[in-house]
């Protein structure tokens, strides 16, 4: 008897209707906020990487949550203890076909303190390899 692994299906990208962040190094980053079940509870945002030359191009970068950074919210508790640098393990090496694209989901409710009624301006910056700083646009989200 054998064990047999299948990936998933590769994961369709809903481009429509993005924003963009000012290109840099030949990658674009946008995020915008998940679909909520409830209006009063964020589920997250959706953060993709657009791969805006003609050339394959793989980057070695650290985990998304901690390749992700998002400024100007303080760290919930469980926050804190996830994003401890001992936590950080190792690289992860991802790969963008020519214009192609990648997605991550990021629980921001989770890690940063979003409980409290109101307007909170989100953008994530991500640092490459080379240290160029790719941002996001930025985006309100409303609790």
Do not use: H
């Amino acid at each position: 008897m054998g064990l047999v692994l299948r990936d998933d299906p590769p994961r369709v990208i809903d481009m429509a209707g993005r924003e963009w962040g000012e290109p840099a190094d030949g990658l674009a980053l946008s995020i915008r906020e998940l679909k909520r079940e409830d209006p009063r509870q964020v589920a997250g945002i959706s953060v993709v990487i657009k791969n805006e030359e003609p050339r394959s191009r793989i980057l070695n970068v650290p985990p998304w949550i901690f390749f992700c950074e998002i400024d100007g919210l303080e760290l919930t508790p469980y926050g804190r203890q996830l994003m401890s640098p001992d936590r950080k393990g190792k690289n992860i090496e991802v790969k963008l076909d020519p214009n192609g694209a990648i997605e991550t989901d990021l629980p921001v409710a989770t890690i940063y303190n979003m409980r409290g009624g109101g307007e909170y301006q989100v953008q994530v910056s991500c640092r490459l390899p080379d240290q160029t700083v790719l941002r996001s646009n930025e985006i309100t989200i409303r609790v």
